[in-house]
Structures are given as structure tokens and as C-alpha cells.
């Protein structure tokens, strides 16, 4: 079975904190991507990025890192020096090669507010 | 280019109707998904169409739901004898063919009212 947890419910953090997202999953399969996908109040899914398990490598763009640990199962997702319009809810999402359709198993999500 | 479309946006309806919703995937994708997203939840998945077959519908909670998507484009998914509990987001979503590795890009969603 395939899963995903984003225990964080709710964070909230001021204007220009750090703040990490959480993101634990299950799988089976050897091979599997990972994404993070934004949802701003809007209601549309914004996608950020997306990781196979082959590539540990962090990445980082502009205020946004990710940190990939296979060890751990995780897929933690950090914002620097946050903005209000960084206030949303983020999903973290799994597909499994064995799937074979690329279907996304999403966790709960975790809602970001940023306060100024 | 243009993105996923859904329409309606929003659909209130009665308990015991028939309701169609809409999605335009993006041009040139051939797969094509729908999920369903509760309050506070994450969206869950419910069918995947390749081209114009229904490739995995097990995510689809019980007959009353059925999609369509019959020239490899637009897609419909009909709930016939709709009931509170259907009330939810649905979303639909596109990739390139279809692969693990591929992006979703989603649309807007059609925000489902059952009264």
C-alpha cells in the first residue's frame, strides 16, 4: 500500500520566519516520484516540484528547498524568509512505478499562514 | 498555452439528481484524471482515462459515479442520484501520456453542492 503523511495540520508563522514542511510516505516500489503541489485559496493546484527516488540531490529554488532523505522516507519542503503569499495549503504526493496509470496518492495537506 | 478547464465552477443541486461535470484537459495530453477533495483532505483519486479508454477506475466509490471521455479530450463525470455526501471538489487533472514521472496539471475544480 502506498501512502503519504503530513502530520502538520496548520502552521502559522510571521512574515520573514523559515518554516519546513513535513512529509512522510509509504511505499513498496523501488522506483516512485514525489511532488509538492501549492493550493492557494483560489482552489487550483499549483504544482512546485517533483523528485524520483533515484535522485537524493536537495534542490532549491529561489526562497523554496527541498530536502529528500530515503533513509527516513521524507520529503520535507522549507520556505525561507516566508511571505504572506505564501499562505496556502500545501499537498505532498506519491506516485509508485507499480501503479502504472501515475495516479497520486496526497496526503492531508497542511495549511501555511503567514502572518505580516 | 492554455490550462485545464472545468466547468461548472460551482453546481448546486438537490438529493436524487443527475449532475454532469466538465473538464478540458490540456491540448495534446492523453491522460486525463479525476479526483475528489473533501474539506480538509487531501484530493483522492478516481478514475484515469488513456486516451478514450478508462485505463483504472477503482477509485470510483460506487456505480452511481461513471466518467466518460469519448474522443480523447474532454471528459464528463456523471453522478446519477446524488446524495449529501457527494458534496466535495472535484478536480480533474492532465499529463503528457500518462506515466509515473510525469506532471498532473490541474484545473480550477467544480465545487459540488448536494442539498
Known amino acids: 500500500a502506498q501512502k503519504v503523511t503530513q502530520a502538520q495540520t496548520e502552521i502559522s508563522v510571521v512574515e520573514k520566519e523559515d518554516v519546513t514542511l513535513d512529509c512522510v510516505y509509504e511505499?513498496?516500489?523501488?522506483?516512485?516520484?514525489l511532488f509538492w503541489y501549492k493550493q492557494p485559496p483560489s482552489g487550483e493546484l499549483v504544482f512546485l516540484i517533483r523528485?524520483?527516488?533515484?535522485?537524493?540531490q536537495n534542490e532549491i529554488s529561489g526562497r523554496y528547498s527541498w530536502n529528500f532523505q530515503k533513509s527516513t522516507s521524507s520529503f520535507n519542503f522549507t520556505i525561507t524568509a516566508s511571505q504572506v503569499v505564501d499562505s496556502a495549503v500545501y499537498f505532498c504526493?506519491?506516485?509508485?512505478?507499480?501503479?502504472?496509470?501515475?495516479?497520486?496518492?496526497f496526503g492531508q495537506g497542511t495549511t501555511l499562514q503567514v502572518k505580516p | 498555452g492554455a490550462g485545464v478547464s472545468q466547468t461548472p465552477s460551482n453546481k448546486v443541486t438537490e438529493k436524487g439528481k443527475y449532475v454532469e461535470l466538465r473538464c478540458d484537459p490540456i491540448?495534446?495530453?492523453?491522460?486525463l484524471y479525476w479526483y475528489r477533495q473533501s474539506l480538509g483532505q487531501g484530493p483522492e483519486f478516481l478514475i484515469y482515462?488513456?486516451?478514450?479508454?478508462?485505463?483504472?477506475d477503482s477509485g470510483l466509490p460506487n456505480d452511481r459515479f461513471f466518467a466518460v471521455r469519448p474522443e480523447g479530450s474532454v471528459s464528463t463525470l456523471k453522478i446519477q442520484r446524488t446524495e449529501r455526501g457527494d458534496s466535495a471538489v472535484y478536480l480533474c487533472?492532465?499529463?503528457?501520456?500518462?506515466?509515473?514521472?510525469?506532471?498532473?496539471?490541474f484545473g480550477p475544480g467544480t465545487r459540488l453542492l448536494v442539498l
Open positions: 487533472a492532465s499529463s503528457q501520456g500518462g506515466r509515473s514521472q510525469e506532471t498532473q496539471y
Open positions: 511505499t513498496r516500489d523501488t522506483t516512485y516520484y
Open positions: 523528485r524520483n527516488s533515484f535522485d537524493e
Open positions: 504526493a506519491l506516485s509508485g512505478l507499480s501503479s502504472n496509470t501515475g495516479k497520486l496518492i
Open positions: 491540448s495534446g495530453h492523453t491522460a
Open positions: 482515462f488513456q486516451g478514450t479508454g478508462a485505463a483504472d
